[in-house]
């Protein structure tokens, strides 16, 4: 593991972007209900903050982690990221329609 020009961060970044774009293009309500977190219970902000802990730390590992393109693995990797955008956008847009 050691930091590369080829790394996972390159998909990491188009993740990032992507998720981005798809709440940036959003109606400002359905932004608003996104990111509302006002009725959180002291077990939901823990969780919260534990989630994300550990979020980052997968972060750390996908940035030095080379990237294997044309590998089983990445192939199937990728096709679950593409599936994961498609559900993002899936659930963002059933919001809009709320």
Known sequence: ?????????????????????IIFISPK?????LLDRSEFTRKQWILTGISKTIVLIVQIIIVLTPLTIGK???????????????????????????
């Open 1 to 21: 593991m050691k930091l590369t020009l080829y790394n996972g961060w390159i998909l990491l970044f188009c993740l990032i972007l992507i998720q981005f774009s």
């Open 29 to 33: 309500e359905v932004r608003s209900r």
């Open 72 to 98: 089983q693995e990445f192939i199937i990797g990728l096709i679950i990221f593409i599936l994961g955008m498609c559900g993002v956008i899936i659930a963002v847009n059933a919001q809009k329609e709320r």
